[in-house]
């Protein structure tokens, strides 16, 4: 059974950082892309952003570029989402996501059930 839980959520002040970390199990993590998207209030899910299986390359929303960064250990089978400068807009739930092969900005295999990152103004 593939199993995605993210850590790392809270509530931090404008300007401050979080790290995310998203533990797979359950599946051959070097065989999939990880992809991270965020779900505001009353709003859609959207991308956030991608890492291919290596590691070699990443992807990001114009709306994080600059501020987030997203990393895998697939010794550990993580992957990790750092965010920095976190505006009030940033406030939403996060969730990983892992699809086999190539990253995609939409279409993932497996999802975790989110943690709730906040910021405040």
């Known amino acids: 059974q593939v199993q995605l839980v993210e850590s790392g959520g809270g509530l931090v002040q404008a300007g401050g950082s979080l790290r995310l970390s998203c533990a797979a199990s359950?599946?051959?993590?070097?065989?999939?892309?990880m992809g991270w998207f965020r779900q505001a209030p009353g709003k859609e899910r959207k991308f956030v952003a991608a890492?291919?299986?290596?590691?070699?390359?990443?992807y990001y929303a114009d709306s994080v570029k600059g501020r987030f960064t997203i990393s895998r250990d697939n010794a550990k089978n993580t992957v990790y989402l750092q965010m920095n400068s976190l505006k009030p807009e940033d406030t939403a739930v996060y969730f990983c996501?892992?699809?086999?092969?190539?990253?995609?900005?939409?279409?993932?295999?497996?999802w975790g059930q989110g943690t709730q990152v906040t910021v405040s103004s």
């Open positions: 890492i291919t299986w290596s590691g070699l390359r990443t």
């Open positions: 996501a892992a699809r086999v092969g190539s990253y995609s900005i939409e279409e993932y295999d497996y």
């Open positions: 359950g599946l051959t993590f070097r065989s999939y892309a």
